[in-house]
């Protein structure tokens, strides 16, 4: 008589197993996240025995060539062009121009093979609306509404293709982790089968993820980890549009991809080092001072704008979004200790023109000289910028590329650049007349106003 199948139930949430149901994980207190499962799907003690290790040595590897998505911007992101075989995961708000963004790909990537674009979002005749306004007259791009997973691996089955477009990973059911679609099972099944044939057939994979109220991927955050390269999207209150990478196995994750939304669709930001600047002028507000910030592979001059007013409360108060708060209080301290002048009873508000997040070292002295400027109540010269990271003992710390940064400076028209001496310790005698190398931020406000 044949054994029947042990049943187990396993948490969604943290993998948890009992041999009962329960209404609560005892793991991590989740209710209702208990799913039933054969314990006869567990490997085999048999196939365990049949896997074995590869020694190192003994692996030869295949130079896949990179190609391009068609959008420089993209490419720049992902590290330079698309991997045969690479998987990912691409997040952001609700209409920010996901989907746009990825027929874009779908249609001007230079590949000659079939892409297939999945969706459990929409019909395909909205699709096709899109693909009208945007100008797409690409012919190999296979069309599938399906929210089966099984459908899906049926179609990568017939048609091979090049790329494969899922919009999105949320709407996706694969009958082995459940019927509801969404939930954390359902998206780490998912994302782990269109992943691995993606990797074994040579195909790149994009799909698009659902965020959370407070910006983030929905989901489990093993979802990230199963994907090569996770994207987010960002705008700020204009036309602009940010993609960043937060994770990416075959480049780098400080670059950032700039667009414009206009009416046919998403367009590069062409002008991207002075996209940022507030435009020319005789003579800068009080509390606005100009960064020489790098961002990847290049400088762009970003413009941080300062605000410091009486604090309501009698104690200070610090408002920013696109520099972290932390970040900011952290400045007006050195400024407090090693200039004399005070921030403790003030409110501080931050913004950066344009809407661009900033996280990068090299923008701390910029925005020491804009608290500076708003609470001294005095103007920094136009032709003046900053570069410079800045150390609690008030020094100015170096950064690198200052030599690149000094020539994006130059090329829109700053006369000086102030900032640390060359990190890498290369400074020519004829650099001094590039920037203008400064020790402390004592220093550093002396020649901003000499």
Not at 90 to 110: C, F
Request: charged content about 20%; hydrophobic content about 40%.
């Amino acid at each position: 008589m044949a054994k029947q199948d042990r049943t187990t139930y396993i948490c969604s949430s943290c993998h948890h197993e009992e041999p009962k149901w329960l209404g609560r994980c005892p793991a991590c207190g989740a209710w209702n996240t208990f799913q039933e499962a054969s314990a006869s799907r567990l490997p085999s003690a048999q196939h365990i025995k049949q896997i074995s290790s590869i020694p190192l040595t003994g692996i030869t590897t295949v130079d896949k060539p990179r190609f391009s998505s068609g959008i420089e911007e993209v490419d720049r992101v992902l590290g330079g062009g698309i991997v045969p075989g690479m998987s990912v995961l691409i997040g952001g708000e609700p209409g920010i121009g996901k989907s746009t963004l990825l027929m874009s790909v779908a249609s001007k990537s230079e590949t000659k093979g079939t892409v297939l674009y999945v969706s459990g979002e929409e019909s395909p005749q909205q699709i096709k609306m899109r693909a009208d306004r945007l100008g797409v007259h690409r012919d190999k791009i296979e069309l599938l509404c399906t929210n089966d997973l099984t459908h899906v691996l049926t179609a990568l089955e017939k048609l091979h293709p090049v790329i494969l477009i899922v919009d999105s990973i949320q709407t996706l059911i694969a009958p082995e982790a459940g019927t509801i679609p969404g939930t954390a099972n359902q998206i780490k099944y998912c994302a782990l089968e269109l992943a691995e044939w993606g990797r074994n057939h040579d195909t790149a994979s994009f799909l698009v993820a659902h965020v959370t109220k407070d910006g983030m991927i929905a989901g489990p955050k093993a979802a990230e980890h199963i994907v090569d390269v996770v994207l987010m999207f960002e705008q700020n209150d204009t036309d602009a549009r940010f993609l960043r990478s937060s994770k990416n196995r075959f480049g780098s994750v400080d670059e950032v991809g700039l667009f414009l939304m206009g009416e046919t669709g998403l367009e590069e930001i062409s002008d991207s080092s002075g996209f940022f600047l507030g435009g020319k002028r005789d003579k800068n507000p009080i509390g606005v001072a100009v960064a020489a910030t790098w961002e990847g592979s290049r400088c762009l001059m970003v413009e941080i704008q300062a605000l410091i007013v009486p604090g309501k409360s009698g104690f200070s108060r610090v408002y920013s979004e696109r520099i972290d708060a932390s970040r900011v209080s952290r400045i007006a301290a050195i400024l407090e200790k090693h200039t004399g002048i005070v921030f403790s009873d003030q409110d501080i508000y931050v913004n950066v023109a344009g809407g661009i997040r900033l996280t990068e070292p090299g923008i701390d002295l910029s925005l020491a000289m804009a608290l500076y400027s708003a609470r001294a109540n005095v103007d920094i010269p136009v032709s003046v910028a900053f570069a410079g990271e800045l150390s609690l003992a008030g020094e100015i710390r170096a950064v690198r590329r200052m030599k690149q940064r000094s020539k994006t400076a130059q090329a829109m028209g700053f006369t000086r650049l102030l900032g640390p001496a060359d990190i890498n310790q290369t400074s020519q005698p004829g650099d001094e007349e590039s920037w203008c190398m400064v020790p402390d931020i004592r220093t550093c406000i002396k020649q901003t106003f000499s």
